[in-house]
């Protein structure tokens, strides 16, 4: 008889947005006509079309593989040289920071990264995790045994989680236990939060002081409209020595069909083994790239460098400056409502308080039902999500003003 990976049994009850699907599913089926009026602002994907650049240089990549002269197969794991380029140039050397071309590694996307990323790092991890929190971080944790047994509350022995509340502005204080592994996320999902400069300063100075490693989830960086505000960890001084960072072209590129993204790991990040010989971890993900994967295919990584062109940049301009309409639109519509609401700001999500004596899952099931609306409901993201609900302003600007009018006549 085959053995199981019992750490999957661990796992607390569904993924999040399956269990948002499941009951979806079922409203449709008790309710077909009124299923016809669902307005999805749950999970966060894309609705609008590729940037025509995109989609013009992805056609040209086809062609190149129609020919025989141009023909290509397999690709790098880690990536073609024109794209791993094109990125360290334009988001971070274009910017005055250090990361070349080979510290770039091209995937299918951030949340495969998030989850990849542990074939290089060691069981015996002390975690830190922001609550509420994107639930991949834990889930993949659980899966390759990093965590203890799950409680009731729907947390994990073995992590140490880091509140995240209005109170300190969804940006958490540092550990109160020394840790190796860190997981941050900003601009923040779920609460649409972002740092500031000073604040992940903080964080990177106390990795270093420990010795610890931050994965900093950076999949939403292009709606920081701020300028003062860090768009890469990079940014900070002693980044280098510390942090490992993951970004998508799925938010801002419309990408979530397509799947690219990239992460970066500098060759100065170092772990130990447990001989305490400190060994270089870009290395090591080079390694598991060119051992497990062939690379994202020749066409998409072709789409993911026209989105640095100027017209591709220009286009992706405008799909996030629509994105961030629909979340401004969603926030004040929460707000003329006489709800509470946060985020939206640098992120196209909006999180909102419940209402007094409806926990988030019921707000889930009224405004599912009473308004067609399907949202997320905060504790799916962890004990301190309960008590809210999360909005995604990623749709049409029509089914965005529709979701307003609807908020706006929910009976609480």
């Avoid at 990549?61 to 290509?72: G, I, Y």
């Avoid at 190796?180 to 900003?186: A, N």
Wanted: net charge negative.
């Amino acid at each position: 008889m085959t053995f199981v990976n019992e750490h999957y049994l661990k796992l607390r009850g569904g993924y999040l947005f399956p269990e948002i699907g499941r009951r979806v599913e079922a409203f449709g089926e008790a309710n077909p006509k009124l299923a016809e009026r669902l307005i999805r602002c749950g999970i966060g994907d894309v609705t609008e079309p590729l940037p025509p650049a995109v989609v013009t240089a992805m056609h040209h990549a086809v062609d190149e593989l129609a020919n025989r002269k141009t023909f290509r197969g397999y690709g790098p794991g880690t990536g073609y040289e024109f794209l791993r380029a094109t990125i360290a140039e334009h988001d971070f050397r274009g910017r005055g920071v250090d990361i070349a071309d080979d510290e770039i590694f091209v995937s299918d996307g951030s949340k495969c990264d998030c989850g990849a990323i542990l074939d290089i790092l060691g069981p015996n991890n002390r975690l830190a995790i922001t609550d509420p929190v994107y639930p991949v971080y834990v889930d993949t944790n659980v899966m390759a045994g990093n965590t203890g047994p799950g409680r009731d509350d729907g947390s994990y022995v073995g992590i140490e989680y880091l509140p995240c509340t209005a109170e300190n502005g969804f940006v958490p204080a540092l550990p109160g236990d020394a840790v190796e592994l860190i997981y941050l996320c900003y601009p923040n999902n779920p609460t649409g939060a972002m740092i500031t400069r000073d604040q992940l300063r903080a964080w990177v100075e106390y990795a270093l002081s420990i010795n610890a490693i931050i994965l900093y989830d950076v999949a939403y960086a292009a709606y920081i409209s701020d300028e003062s505000l860090p768009k890469t960890i990079y940014e900070i001084d002693g980044a280098r020595r510390c942090a490992i960072e993951f970004h998508s072209f799925s938010k801002n590129s419309g990408f979530t069909g397509v799947r690219c993204g990239y992460t970066v790991c500098p060759k100065d990040v170092q772990a130990v083994t447990r001989k305490e010989v400190e060994v270089p971890l870009h290395d090591l993900w080079t390694r598991r790239w060119n051992t497990k994967s062939n690379g994202v295919s020749y066409p998409v990584q072709r789409a993911a460098e026209a989105t640095y062109s100027k017209d591709g940049a220009g286009q992706i301009g405008e799909l996030v400056k629509h994105y961030l309409g629909n979340a401004k639109r969603l926030r004040e519509g929460c707000e003329s409502a006489g709800l509470t609401a946060y985020g939206g700001l640098h992120s196209p999500y909006v999180w909102v308080v419940c209402p007094e004596g409806i926990d988030s899952w019921g707000v889930f099931d009224r405004l599912l039902n009473e308004a067609q609306l399907v949202t997320t409901p905060g504790v799916g993201f962890g004990s301190c999500g309960e008590g809210y609900f999360r909005i995604s302003a990623f749709n049409t600007r029509e089914n965005t003003e529709a979701a307003v009018e609807r908020l706006r006549n929910v009976s609480w």
